[in-house]
């Protein structure tokens, strides 16, 4: 894990996505910036600048890479009282306030994480097979040079959606006998190995399977699905939840989780008995956001992008329900 550094000079900087369309649906609620927000994913910052320069009353800003918190100590200062940073991870979002005003998950891995070499995130870079956001916990090196075969290809096809995820697995469990996958281009070159060469406009044949290590590494999946439940419970009624995520496994669990909010009965029409669930959430944009043409053009990584937001109601929280979600379990 690198160290902690004020700046990430060779990194780009992360350019927020739909942040736009966040700020034009906040300003039509009267109110929905008076009280605390929680930011559970500050990155560079664009969003709790954002609220805050919009007139948020206090942003709690969330991360649970340490490299974050500390780039974001060079400006907090001028915040004051309002801006309180905290390297945590977002599953646990509730445990910094009570009756938010609103939630903001922008989830996914920053554009300064996948540019710097030493974090092990690119198959584009040397690095390291590291993948980790946080400073703990095992790295892609770990699991792709200890799991199972039978591990290394769910993880490959549930979190990476990677046809070719037997051969791949058993690609590895060959090569690491020979000798150990320590660096990014040692797993692309596997990978590569396994596919046939990306055609023009094809995204790179390592690109699935360096998504599913991750996703695995910091249990994403698993994060999102602790954070929904987790802002479920601190949001006051009223209170705006908003999650951009990236990549159709993520808008899934929160397709699925809003659904269930929003569900009026649960069980089928031949159970007449089965008392109505009081709605939980307001979906406020049916079948979420997508970047415009322009926000691609200017940042081509907002292609994929999405924004679902919804309003919290009075009804009590529901116990979580991950398997609801969809949320593969494959801890390794
Ligand atoms: C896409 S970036 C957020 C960018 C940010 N919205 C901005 O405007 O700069 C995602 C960030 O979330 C953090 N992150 C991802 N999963 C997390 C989790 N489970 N808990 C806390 N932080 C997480 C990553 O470390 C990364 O810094």
Redesign the pocket.
């Known amino acids: 894990m690198a160290a902690t550094a004020p700046q990430t000079p060779d990194a780009s900087p992360?350019?927020?996505?739909l942040?736009g369309p966040l700020m034009a649906a906040l300003a039509t609620r009267p109110g929905a910036l008076g009280g605390t927000w929680i930011?559970?994913?500050?990155?560079?910052?664009?969003?709790?600048?954002?609220l805050l320069d919009a007139g948020a009353a206090h942003v709690i800003a969330?991360?649970?890479?340490p490299?974050?918190l500390a780039m974001a100590r060079a400006w907090a200062p001028s915040y004051g009282d309002r801006l309180t940073l905290v390297q945590?991870?977002?599953?646990t979002?509730d445990a910094h306030a009570t009756g938010a005003a609103g939630v903001?998950?922008?989830?996914?891995?920053?554009?300064?994480?996948l540019d710097q070499d030493e974090r092990g995130f690119s198959f584009q870079r040397h690095g390291p097979l590291d993948m980790r956001?946080?400073a703990d916990g095992p790295s892609a090196a770990d699991i792709v040079n200890h799991a199972t075969e039978a591990q290394l290809a769910d993880i490959l096809y549930h979190y990476g959606e990677e046809r070719a995820a037997r051969r791949i697995a058993r690609a590895i469990v060959t090569a690491r006998a020979i000798s150990e996958i320590t660096t990014t281009r040692q797993l692309a070159e596997v990978v590569e190995g396994c596919l046939p060469r990306a055609k023009p406009g094809q995204a790179h044949p390592a690109t699935r399977s360096f998504q599913a290590f991750r996703i695995a590494v910091?249990?994403?999946l698993g994060?999102?699905a602790r954070?929904l439940a987790a802002a479920e419970r601190v949001l006051r009624p009223g209170g705006v939840l908003a999650v951009?995520s990236?990549h159709s496994l993520e808008d899934r669990i929160v397709k699925r989780f809003l659904a269930g909010a929003e569900a009026r009965t649960r069980g089928n029409r031949y159970a007449p008995d089965i008392a109505p669930e009081p709605v939980r959430f307001h979906d406020l944009a049916r079948g979420g956001i997508a970047p415009d043409a322009a926000e691609v053009a200017a940042n081509p990584r907002s292609r994929s992008a999405r924004l679902r937001i919804a309003a919290r109601t009075d009804a009590a929280p529901a116990p979580p329900l991950p398997d609801a979600l969809g949320v593969p379990d494959l801890s390794v």
């Open positions: 992360h350019i927020p996505v942040l930011d559970g994913t500050l990155g560079a910052g664009g969003y709790t600048r954002a969330i991360d649970r890479d490299q974050a945590d991870r977002f599953g979002l903001v998950l922008d989830v996914g891995v920053s554009s300064m994480q956001m946080g910091n249990d994403e994060e999102l954070a951009v990236f």
